[in-house]
Each structure stands twice: as structure tokens, then as C-alpha cells.
């Protein structure tokens, strides 16, 4: 009687096991898709890609084949590499200027009302300035050169980061205001314990969008004042109607794009991680 | 009565020109080391009583004086506590903790050179909340009772002379709610600070309270003072007996009378 009730419970725990293992497999292999999604995805776009080009005969002038565009990347490798680095560059250079400036304003108009009644309105104007527009002023006064294409690059990234910046610091809780006020705080104390730490994941979040639009200033630069630069590749390449050559340097802006944003997003995780994992109101 | 915190017909409006005031001829006054609360429906003024008390907003009439003398700037004797714990997510609970230290004098130039004194200090009187060894914790680590009790400890921090509290069990479920009461009675009994706490809850007000202050709606103004005489330590039991009861009655009918007239 009693060994019939051990095997009884024994097969009930076997079969208990059998099914945590089975879920197990299943979130294992519902993860193991979700890593694969994106690759997925990204292969069967350009497989759809040259199947259309191939059935409808499109011109390789009008949309080359993913093939034809891999034979240019190859041909054409060293050029590629070489321009894209010089547009990483200019990037960056800009990136970080836009950072320092972005910073001190944002702070600055987060700070005091005053600031930012005064000069939010101004920003707002320059932002809606297409900045293609301003390039040839840039060539003008700087030629042709790097400096065009860091100060492009600077003008159209800052923004975001002012406006950021200045909203983690104007959205204080009251309350924390009134307790720190209560004690004695000075207006700079509560900035310093309270502002800053607060705004930065405003700051970190802000940092993905001004590297994108910093590649982009630098790239609209590059194409109509260098003489470098995967815009300046494009300018030519387009001049020579090699088309191939032109949706190759398209893909090394998608492939370098790719790699500077998900930097922002590391640098992001890694300093504001508390943000994400306390749901901050952002 | 030697009052420690006194408003004599005080009156106040926010924002510029003549608002609709928020507080009106509101007098009250509070003995050193009393328990005080504060009841009445809501939008009554409650909030700007306590903005008042600590010095954050400076009434258009009247007189304010706290501690013996007239609040001309932030008090810097109080500890507040809310609702909302607002605690800053970025610190350990621990540094949250330290956080006023950083700030109020003496401690502000002292806590570099003893640090090691002004944390143990703060582990101390986090054991004494229920949250011994909890310090190293995020906010978020935490659960909503936990954090409101480690958003009680920075308000005692400083050991402020006088604590305020507005609504701070307000979020709470009926347990945690009543364990709290128990927490703040003990802290309250050893360290004998004035207290006044603002509350939507006529039990808890009873339970805590030396005395009460029944206000009414907006424009607020005490209608009502109840001196609360059970003899201290109080026992959670006493909220059942009849005595207990009748009083949270009677308060009952001086807020339903202040609604009535709102």
C-alpha cells in the first residue's frame, strides 16, 4: 500500500519535472528566436530585395541588386573604410562639442526661469532652420574643409541635449524641493544633490538622438564642402553615376549609424542604469 | 500653554493679487513636545499650514512663530515626510538617508570627517524602523512600506525639533498603515519632538494625537480642538474600545459639518 502510494507520488513528480523542463525548453527557445528576429529580418529584406530587382529587370541605375552593391563594397573596400573614418571623425568632433554646450545651456535653463524664458524661444527659431542651409554660409566664411562639416555636425545635435537636460531639471519633484528647502538648501545645493543626478538619464536618453543627427549634419557637409568623407564619396560617386558605388556608401552609413547608436544606448544602460530599473518618470 | 508652534490669525493666498486665500484667520498653537494632527475635508489648507510651519511660504496676515521665534526664513528645525516617499532612486537607502546631513549645519561640515559616526548613526535608527540592514538597498529594492519608512528616518535624520507629516500613510494598506502608527509612536515617545501630522484618517489622528485640529473647507480655519487623553504608551486595542470610538465620531461630525458649509 505505502510503495504504491511512493511510486504514485514518484511518477507525479517525474511528470511534475517533465513539464518545468518542457517550459523551460520553451522559454529557452522563444529567447533564442527573439536573438535571431533581428537577423532574421535584416537577411530577408535584402533577399526580397534582389528577388524584386531580379523578376521586374530593374537597371542597376535605378535600384542596383544587394549583389551588385556587395561587388562594389568589395571593389571599392579601402575607399569606404577610409571615408567613413573621416565621417566618424567629423561626427565625433562635432558630437562632443554639441555635448559641452548642450550641457552648460541645458543646465543654465533649467536653472533659472529667466534663462529660459529668454532664450527658449531662440533656440526653437534656430532649430527650425534646415542646417543644409547653412552650409554654404559655413563654406563662405571656412572653404572647404573639416570645419563646415564639425560645425554642422555641432548645430544640428545640440538641441535635444539643451532641451533634455533643462527638463530633468525643471521636473523636481516639489516635495523633494520642500524637503531640502525646509533644511536650509540653497538653490545651487539643490541643483547639485538633486538636478543633476536627476537629469542625467534626460541627458544619457538625449545623447542617442544627437549622435544620429550629428552624422547626418556631418554628412550633408561633407557632401557639398570637402573633400573627404562618405558624403564627399557620395558627391563623386554620384557625379560618375556609379550607382553601385553610391548604395554601397548608403550601407556604410546604415552599418556606422548602427554602431554609434548602440554605443549611446551601452554608455546610456551602463551610467543611468537606477533610471531604468526604478521606472523613473521620464 | 508654553507654545512651541503658534499661528495667530494667519491668512494666505498663492500666486499674486488678491486669490481666493487658502487659509483664513487660522489660529492654533502647539506645545513643545506635543503630538498634534491635523484633519479636515480635503483642499481645506492643510498643505499650506505645513509650507507655512517650516517657513517655505510667508503668510499675507498674521504672525507665525515656531520654536519661540518669528519664522522669517526656512526653519531648519524641521523633518517633513509625504505621501510619496521621494525618496532619490540614484542613492542607496543609506545615502538617502545622509542627504539632509548634506545640507542642514552643523552636520553639513561635519559629516566628511565623521562619516563613519553619522552612518552608523543612520543604520541605528533604521533598525529601529524595522529596515536593519537594508541601507545598502536602491529605493526601488524596496516596498512601498519600506520606503515610506525609510522616508520617516530621513525626516528624523537631523533630530529635527519638529517633524511634519503630511499624509504619510496615506498610500499604505490597512497593516503596513497600522504597524507605521506603532513605529512613529515609539519614535515619538523616545525622542519627544513636536509632531504634526496631516491626515484624511480620523482613527490614525486619534490614535497618534495629543490633540486635534479639526479644519474646515477652503477657505481653511480651525472649527474644532480635541484634546486626545489616553494614557500613553497607547496599545493598537484601543482603537476597538468605546471611548476610542466616540471620538472618532465626534470628529466625524465636525468634518461632515465643514463639508456641509463648503
Known amino acids: 500500500m505505502n510503495a504504491e502510494a511512493d511510486s504514485v507520488s514518484a511518477a507525479a513528480e517525474a511528470e511534475a519535472r517533465a513539464v518545468r523542463e518542457a517550459a523551460a525548453r520553451a522559454r529557452a527557445s522563444r529567447a533564442r528566436r527573439l536573438m535571431l528576429a533581428p537577423w532574421l529580418c535584416t537577411i530577408g529584406f535584402f533577399l526580397l530585395w534582389e528577388a524584386a530587382c531580379r523578376i521586374f529587370g530593374v537597371s542597376s541605375y535605378v535600384l542596383p541588386t544587394p549583389s551588385d552593391i556587395l561587388d562594389a563594397i568589395v571593389a571599392y573596400w579601402w575607399p569606404l573604410l577610409f571615408h567613413s573614418f573621416h565621417t566618424l571623425w567629423m561626427t565625433t568632433a562635432g558630437f562632443v562639442i554639441a555635448i559641452v554646450f548642450g550641457l552648460v545651456l541645458g543646465l543654465a535653463l533649467g536653472a533659472s526661469r529667466f534663462v529660459h524664458a529668454g532664450v527658449y524661444p531662440l533656440l526653437v527659431g534656430f532649430n527650425a532652420i534646415p542646417k543644409v542651409a547653412v552650409v554654404p554660409i559655413l563654406v563662405i566664411r571656412f572653404g572647404v574643409g573639416w570645419l563646415p562639416a564639425v560645425l554642422t555636425a555641432f548645430m544640428i545635435s545640440f538641441f535635444p541635449i539643451v532641451v533634455n537636460v533643462a527638463t530633468g531639471l525643471a521636473t523636481i519633484e516639489p516635495e523633494v524641493e520642500d524637503v531640502l528647502r525646509a533644511l536650509g538648501a540653497r538653490k545651487l545645493d539643490i541643483m547639485l544633490k538633486v538636478g543633476v543626478p536627476r537629469s542625467l538619464p534626460y541627458f544619457f536618453g538625449s545623447l542617442k538622438v544627437a549622435i544620429t543627427l550629428a552624422y547626418v549634419g556631418s554628412v550633408i557637409a561633407e557632401y557639398n564642402a570637402s573633400r573627404n568623407g562618405i558624403g564627399n564619396l557620395m558627391a563623386r560617386a554620384s557625379a560618375d553615376f556609379n550607382v553601385p558605388l553610391l548604395f554601397a556608401a548608403l550601407i556604410a552609413l546604415a552599418v556606422l549609424g548602427i554602431m554609434i547608436y548602440a554605443v549611446m544606448a551601452w554608455l546610456e544602460r551602463r551610467m543611468t542604469g537606477w533610471a531604468q530599473r526604478s521606472q523613473f518618470a521620464a | ?262
Request: charged letters at 25%.
Open chain 2, 1 to 262: 500653554m508654553n507654545a512651541f508652534v503658534a499661528l495667530k490669525d494667519v491668512t494666505h493666498a498663492y500666486g499674486s493679487g488678491d486669490g481666493f486665500p487658502a487659509v483664513e484667520h487660522l489660529s492654533l498653537s502647539i506645545a513643545e513636545g506635543e503630538f498634534a494632527a491635523v484633519v479636515g475635508p480635503s483642499g481645506c489648507g492643510k498643505s499650506t499650514l505645513m509650507k507655512l510651519a517650516t517657513g517655505l511660504q510667508f503668510p499675507r496676515a498674521g504672525t507665525i512663530l515656531v520654536g519661540g521665534a518669528p519664522v522669517t526664513e526656512p526653519v531648519r528645525i524641521a523633518g517633513m515626510a509625504f505621501q510619496n516617499p521621494t525618496l532619490l532612486p540614484w542613492r542607496t537607502t543609506l545615502e538617502n538617508l545622509l542627504l539632509p546631513l548634506e545640507i542642514v549645519e552643523p552636520h553639513r561640515s561635519r559629516l566628511k570627517r565623521e562619516r563613519a559616526a553619522y552612518v552608523s548613526r543612520a543604520e541605528q535608527l533604521l533598525a529601529k524602523v524595522g529596515l536593519a540592514g537594508q541601507g545598502g538597498k536602491y529605493p526601488w529594492e524596496l516596498s512601498g512600506g519600506m520606503q515610506q519608512r525609510a522616508s520617516l528616518c530621513r525626516a528624523l535624520i537631523h533630530e529635527p525639533r519638529l517633524l511634519l507629516l503630511d499624509e504619510p500613510f496615506g498610500a499604505l494598506d490597512a497593516f503596513t498603515r497600522e504597524e507605521l502608527w506603532c513605529v512613529i509612536r515609539d519614535l515619538h515617545a523616545e525622542r519627544r519632538m513636536t509632531v504634526v501630522l496631516v491626515t484624511h484618517d480620523l482613527r490614525e489622528a486619534v490614535f497618534l494625537a495629543d490633540r486635534i485640529f479639526c479644519m474646515s473647507a477652503r477657505p481653511g480655519r480651525v472649527v474644532a480642538e480635541r484634546v486626545v487623553d489616553f494614557p500613553r504608551p497607547r496599545d493598537l486595542e484601543i482603537t476597538y474600545t468605546k471611548a476610542f470610538i466616540d471620538i472618532v465620531h465626534e470628529l466625524r461630525g465636525h468634518i461632515a459639518d465643514a463639508r456641509k458649509t463648503a
